[in-house]
């Protein structure tokens, strides 16, 4: 008989009288993983034979809360590795038995953090730490942890994909979501409760961010991930998180805490944290019909204005009263409600209001078209304690700069630019291609070198290097080399079929983890009949995968079972495992294989419809129209932009989703442009929409418009977008002394920031070398190029010290413009200088970016982290 984690549960975890004795102490989450197990009883995997009772209970925990996808991708003997870790950490650290049980369950044993993909990175990272923090007190050795971090991993953006723990560490490099995951992976190894958390949408600029929090002696403290500062509750986010709207984080299981649930699913509980470090007030929302009778059960999204759209970042459900709690930032939102068809809407100014009654007044089908103009205004910014002395600063720095070092060092023993010429000749390659892969694949270089040289002993090299050319940069990071040549080796056959690098040999589809899928659907059938009948017969469970984490083919085919997303990754995959190209079409989104079976000529592609939604559509002959927006340039906005200053959303269910618009015969960034999605009418379904433009101020207000419309079949909307703005948002804010002195670049004398610019307006900003904010910063100014050079005033670009100076390369941003001038504030003077005449709080938080005239007089000041600084700058320069 298959001894299942259920039937182990039943005999051992049940029977117990009370908590004494098992992993497991708490009584209602002994009833709620019970509970779980049995649901899942059916296919959940067999327990590790060599498992004791302890671990056990650890296994059945986290197999109670699990994601389809990570029971179907990862093996048990993987969870049971991190079971057995987490316990030798808490025997053996010295805050081990001090941690709580619960905060043990759901903040240590959990290996899943966010979206990443899964290891066994703890059981080294424990090896590597439990010297390291040997003796010192949890919050030290918190501390001590993130040094760690910051000795391994460093800043850099990419895409949306979630390097696991320890390949993060093999590349030396992550983006926040990345750097945040590791270092909770790391605090976890060694038993230190961490969690990760993030805002959805900041609001007073376009961007999101993650960091971490860690519990420590009965309290949570806050800092950025693998940025160590000298102490905790400090980062260079400290300004923008207090003019946050909300902070969350998701708890692993049904977690029973005492802090605000935002929601609970069967998976994971979300929390609001945002009082830990912005001021809050709660708010209660009533929904009514036109007749003002409650409507129980309203749906509500609660809009945080950001890419040019109000986010959704928490959705809740009113009771039975039509009543619900919302607990943010003192800023403003844009609450929605609905009954899945008649909806409402109102702006909610958290702190100025305590209750807001929202009105089901509007349907769609009826031919609505109206403005609104909303003023949308951010959390004021708050003042950050600076608790740092300089000499904790300067030893920090100094521990900084030996971190750089070590993995500076490591980073140098990859393989260079000769030996990869190198290797090019020995395998008669092409030796700038050869660089290129092995320079993209990092730390991961071996395994791209092996791959090569396989690749050409088996007469492949050409077949490869397409392999390589049409997967993502990131899979050249952390794809093993066998699994590399699953794929080769699996699709080469097929080389000479249309679309073959596209949608045969290319193994991705969308952001999952690449594996070696092709050897594991050698006995799948052949035919696309027989292949899709196959996929077909999968069982759904989309309610099992809430997080929506990607489930791999090899998961789905492994269970037949799975959510949408990942059935149609196993049909993919058996198609382009048989040589059928098949994709997801890229405007449309539907599922596709091209039909090889058609005579010469006739050949196309063909949707795939499982669920039977596309065969209603047609019945349904979708009715269209079009939508034509016009715009007349302005001073500060000549051609709007998609995602930064307008967005179409459309009406379902009560809730308008924002569509996708581009063009894409256009290259790049200017696909978004209106004036490229415009150039003609854009034909759409028949129904409501919404336009939503915005422009936000320099101190983060945004001056929205909403214009609500309608598509008719056959007919053209014609509308006209404003982007508003205020003739007097530029005033002067401040006063500085241009006569301040710095050292320029290559110069031995410093000399005034006036005689470097000239008369006029110019920028003056102090940065901080490879810093995520001066990162951010800096990519805002490449992208601005042209403007500031047409401007053609000066732009001085202070450093703290010639280290930093030298720390800073320009090649990494592309082209900067030829109008700035580099130097070192050497004395701190023009640091000084700003604090005191523009009242800043805290000179760490950098980049600081200022704009000023001949006089001293400031229009401009962005301090810290703020996506969109140079467009909020550039406006300012164009009103001036």
Known sequence: MRKTLYT????????????????????????????????????????????????KEGLQFLYAYMLVSDVADYAPELYLSNVRSSLQARAEMPWGQTVPNDLFLHYVLPVRINNENLDTSRVTFYNELKDRVKGLSMADAILEVNHWCHEKVVYSPSDGRTMSPSACVRNAQGRCGEESTFTVAALRAVGIPARQVYTPRWAHTDDNHAWVEAWADGKWYYF???????????????????????????????????????????????????????????????????????VPGARLDFGIYNYAEFYPAVRKTADANGTTTMTA?????????????????????????????????????????????????????????????????????????????????????????????????????????????????????????????????????????DLLDVVAPKDLQ???????????????????????????????????????????????????????????????????????????????????????????????????????????????????????????????????????????????????????????????????????????????DGRYSTIELSNPDVDMGAAGALSAIFTRPVELEVGDYMLVSG?????????????????????????????????????????????????PKGASEPQSILATTGRGYFVLALLEAKKEPTNHAMRDIAALKSELEQWNRGLVFLFASEDQLAAFDPAEFGSLPNTITYGVDQDGSVSAMLKQSLELTNMNDLPVFVVADTFGRVVFVSQGYRIGMGEQMMKIINSL
């Open 8 to 55: 182990v549960l039943a005999a051992a975890l049940l029977t117990a009288c009370g908590g004494s004795g098992h992993l497991i102490q708490d009584q209602q989450t002994r009833q709620s993983v019970e509970s779980n197990i049995a649901s899942r009883s059916s296919w959940l995997p067999e327990m590790p034979a060599d498992a004791t009772p302890e671990e």
């Open 224 to 294: 950025g991930a693998c940025e160590p500062e000298p102490v905790l509750n400090m980062g260079w986010f400290d300004g923008p998180s207090k003019r946050g709207m909300l902070m969350h984080t998701k708890v692993f299981g049904n977690y029973i805490g005492d802090e605000e649930v935002i929601s609970q699913t069967p998976l994971y509980t979300e929390i609001n944290v945002t009082h830990n470090y912005a001021p809050v007030a709660t708010a209660t929302i009533v929904v009514k019909d036109s007749t003002g009778a409650p």
């Open 329 to 465: 930032g003192l800023g403003d939102m844009l609450v929605w409600a609905t009954d899945g068809t008649r909806f409402g809407y109102k702006k909610l100014s958290f702190g100025q209001q305590d209750t807001l009654t929202i009105m089901l007044n509007h349907c769609g089908g009826t031919g609505e078209a109206y403005t609104v103009d909303f003023d949308i205004v951010p959390p004021v910014e708050g003042k950050t304690a600076n608790s740092v002395t300089p000499e904790q600063r300067a030893a920090n720095n100094v521990r900084m700069a030996q971190e750089d070092s070590i993995r500076n060092a490591y980073i140098a023993s990859w393989m260079s630019k000769a030996d990869a010429f190198a290797l090019a000749e020995k395998l008669g390659a092409d030796t700038t291609k050869v660089w290129n892969v092995i320079a993209t694949s990092r730390g991961n270089w071996a395994a791209i070198a092996q791959f090569l040289t396989d690749a050409a002993a088996a007469g492949q090299l050409d077949v490869a290097f």
């Open 478 to 652: 952390d794809t093993p080399a066998a699994v590399l040549t699953d794929h080769l080796t699996g699709a080469a056959p097929y080389k000479d079929r249309p679309w073959f690098k596209e949608y045969i040999l290319n193994p991705r589809v969308g952001t999952e983890l690449l594996v070696p899928y092709r050897a594991a659907m050698a006995d799948e059938p052949a035919e696309i009949e027989a292949i899709i009948a196959k996929a077909k017969a999968v069982q759904l469970a989309d309610s099992l995968n809430p997080s929506r984490i990607p489930m791999s083919a090899i998961g789905v085919q492994r269970l037949n079972m799975g959510d949408k997303a990942g059935r149609d990754r196993y049909f993919i995959a058996m198609a382009r495992s048989k040589g059928i190209p098949a994709r997801y079409e890229p405007v449309t989104g539907r599922l596709q294989y091209y039909d090889l079976s058609a005579a010469d000529g006739a050949q196309a592609w063909v949707n795939v419809d499982f669920d039977g939604e596309l065969a209603a559509l047609a019945a349904a002959r979708v009715p269209r129209g079009t939508l034509m927006i016009n715009y007349t340039p302005t001073k500060n906005n000549d051609d709007p932009k998609y995602y930064s200053h307008f967005t179409v959303a459309k009406l379902k």
């Open 695 to 743: 422009t936000r101020m320099a101190n983060g207000t945004v001056l929205s418009q909403v214009q609500f419309f309608s598509v008719e079949e056959g007919k053209q909307t014609t509308l006209d977008m404003t982007m508003r703005e205020d003739d007097h948002s530029v005033q002067v804010i401040g006063t500085m002394n241009p006569e301040a002195r710095f050292v």
